[in-house]
């Protein structure tokens, strides 16, 4: 299937490890032209010189802290003199913790700045350029949205989740579209740390149909195809790529 993105361009947040790692270099398979944001430059060093060694366009790389107050605007501005227009924004940058009953303000605020308000902010200043073109994709990491324990993560990813849908309607009269991908249990660092040795294989003989953890290049699969023309018509969703763990009710 020709995904129909050669050409366009992507701002990725996160993108130096994990999920945002595999999506950029998806992306950049697909013959996209990579903004890729990450605090630590040697890891985006890497990466860079990985699209490079695939045949993917050069991308643009920029160490910069996500979570700062000028964080959004630096990106914004950045990305504009670099590259000009952004057709593909992916808002992946996060990271969740456990968090006590009674946490403080400055838990809670930091776990929504870098996993919502950040994501928010960005996403308004690249809005109005897709609004001008009529044309765009905006796609947020979702997470876990029903923990047995409290998580300042979790509330800000949910916060996340019902910005977008609202967000997906207002959009779409200028084809734009709005999406979450709600990310299963992957075999990334973080993960791994989590359910060592056999505890991995427990979990995933009980829970998930699949069988086993999935690997970031499934999500950047699933980023590839949202942002792709041929889910134009796919909007205000948030997907699961989780082999089959999680259960609805209907």
Known sequence: MDLQLHGK?????????????????????????VFAVSRTQALLDSLADEIRAAGGPEPVCLACDFVATDGPDRIAFEAAKAIG?????????????????????????????????????????????????????????????????????????????VWSKGLSHEMGRYGITV??????????????????????????????????????????AAVAFLASGSARYITGITLGVDGGMRYRSF
């Open 85 to 161: 227009g952004i057709d593909i924004l992916v808002n992946n940058a996060g990271g969740s913790r456990p968090t006590a009953w009674n946490a403080t303000e400055a838990d809670w605020n930091e776990g929504h700045t870098l996993n919502f308000t950040r994501h928010r902010q960005l996403t308004q200043l690249m809005l109005p350029q897709m609004m001008e073109r009529r044309s765009g994709r905006v796609i947020s990491m979702s997470g876990s949205l029903e923990l047995k324990q409290v998580n300042t993560a979790a509330a800000a990813k949910a916060a996340l989740v």
């Open 9 to 33: 361009t992507a701002i990725v947040t996160g993108a130096s490890m994990g999920l945002g790692r595999a999506t950029s270099k998806a992306l950049a398979a697909e013959g996209v032209k």
């Open 179 to 220: 999406n979450c991908i709600e990310p299963g249990l992957i075999d990334t660092q973080q993960i791994r740390q989590l359910f060592p040795g056999e505890a991995r294989w427990n979990y995933a003989d009980q829970h998930i149909a699949m069988g086993d953890f999935g690997e970031p290049e499934d999500v950047a």
